[in-house]
């Protein structure tokens, strides 16, 4: 009776090499099908308008994002200049934005209609504070 058993054994054996032989074999022709890449299916069309539109979008937002950017230095410029003028007296702060800006001492006398000598205090008074 051990003899039948030792049969069975080696038969039982027999198949799980066969079966496992088989099963390599099937992986092995899987992963060779697998190696060759697939081309994606082609987008269909109402991706490609969604993708165009979100493209236009995009670009629109840039143009917005750019422009507030813009729109920022400018009120940074403006907020820099109010500062400039704070502490300066009312009569005297065009003319000290004017020296700021470059002009000469007879063109502040003129536009602001201080004197001479007031115009060259305020250009020393700016050049001072763009030395500081």
Request: proline share 5%.
């Amino acid at each position: 009776m051990t003899l039948d058993w030792k049969v069975a054994a080696f038969v039982a054996v027999a198949v799980l090499a066969v079966y496992l032989g088989y099963s390599l074999y099937r992986l092995s022709q899987s992963a060779a099908r697998g190696a060759a890449p697939e081309a994606p299916p082609a987008p269909a069309p109402e991706l490609a308008l969604r993708v165009d539109e979100l493209a236009r979008e995009l670009a629109e937002l840039r143009e917005l994002v750019a422009a507030s950017q813009q729109n920022c230095a400018d009120l940074q410029e403006q907020i820099d200049r109010l500062r400039q003028t704070q502490g300066t007296a009312p009569q005297y702060a065009e003319a000290l934005v004017l020296a700021r800006q470059g002009l000469h001492a007879e063109q502040i006398a003129e536009r602001c209609g201080v004197a001479v000598a007031e115009a060259e205090l305020l250009l020393a008074l700016a050049r001072g504070e763009s030395q500081a």
